[in-house]
């Protein structure tokens, strides 16, 4: 589903359930990336990957769905996780020389990272937003992001422990 019609969809239901108490974030959220990398690297978490971004990031990469199990995921519990490097890095991170950093599969990352940052449990409170903010600079600048894209983006992460 393309952003627009996700956008349509969120605001519709809205108007119809009445939608309860608006959240504590209702009037937007500041955030545009520093390409700082900090989300992709450091202590070693999970990267969940379903089988249609599989096939979507295999495809891109030229790789059968069975070459990208074997080469680029593990197990985890109920899913499966893209692998990192030794050092905690995404294996799709790309460390630049002027510091900045990029995605190797920009165009067909995983919806967790199409996400970041507005996932539950970064939402939970406006502590729990300050405290992701210390780890990510790109939070609190530029424009605010509306609710209907934050609501969105909660709902493509429906079904992931983020
Ligand atoms: S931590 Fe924040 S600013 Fe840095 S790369 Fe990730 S999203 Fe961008």
């Known amino acids: 589903m393309r952003v627009r019609e996700k956008v349509q969809e969120v605001l519709r239901e809205a108007v119809v359930s009445g939608s309860g108490t608006a959240p504590w974030y209702a009037k937007g959220l500041r955030f545009a990336c520093t390409r700082c990398g900090n989300c992709c690297s450091g202590a070693s978490g999970f990267v969940w990957v379903g089988p249609t971004e599989i096939e979507r990031i295999a495809a891109y990469l030229g790789l ?72 990510c600079p790109g939070i609190g600048r530029s424009e605010a992001y509306p609710l209907p894209i934050i609501k969105a983006a909660l709902q493509d992460n429906g079904r992931r422990p983020l």
């Open 64 to 135: 059968s769905v069975e070459a990208f199990h074997r080469k680029h995921l593990r197990r985890a519990g109920w899913g499966r996780s893209l692998l990192e490097k030794p050092n905690g890095d995404c294996e799709f991170l790309e460390r630049r020389p002027d510091g900045t950093t990029g995605c190797l599969i920009h165009p067909v990352r995983p919806i967790q990272c199409r996400t970041w940052p507005f996932w539950k449990s970064n939402l939970e409170s406006p502590e729990a937003w300050k405290r992701t903010a210390a780890g």
